[in-house]
């Protein structure tokens, strides 16, 4: 089992940064790789960051140039977001994809709970 928990979302002023991080537990070698979502209020959930196994981030559009992640461990991700905008508010997720230890290995998907980040305009 893996779990997934996420931290560092608050309350800031546009134009302000907040650091996100997803901490991972349990059987991390199955995790191939990591992305960050986020839902806004009424809106669909959309995938923010992504970071491959080899490495390779990728952005959604509206986020490139402001938003960072990265990962420094196996067990731990980040998302650096600066020059935060009102319509970045809403409930970050850190997802995992993990790829099991059978051949050929079987896709699975672990969801956090969330952090809320709010930018005041």
């Known amino acids: 089992q893996v779990q997934v928990v996420e931290s560092g979302g608050g309350l800031v002023q546009s134009g302000g940064s907040l650091r996100l991080s997803c901490t991972a537990s349990g059987n991390i070698a199955r995790i191939y790789s990591m992305g960050w979502y986020r839902r806004a209020p009424g809106k669909e959930r959309e995938l923010v960051a992504h970071i491959s196994h080899e490495g390779i981030a990728r952005y959604l559009d509206s986020v490139k140039g402001r938003f960072t992640i990265s990962r420094d461990n196996a067990d731990t991700m980040y998302l650096q977001m600066n020059k935060l905008k009102s319509r970045d508010t809403a409930l970050y997720y850190c997802?995992?994809?993990?790829?099991?230890?059978?051949?050929?290995?079987?896709?699975?998907?672990?969801w956090g709970r969330g952090t809320q980040v709010n930018v005041s305009s």
């Open positions: 997802n995992a994809e993990l790829h099991s230890e059978t051949f050929p290995p079987v896709t699975s998907w672990v």
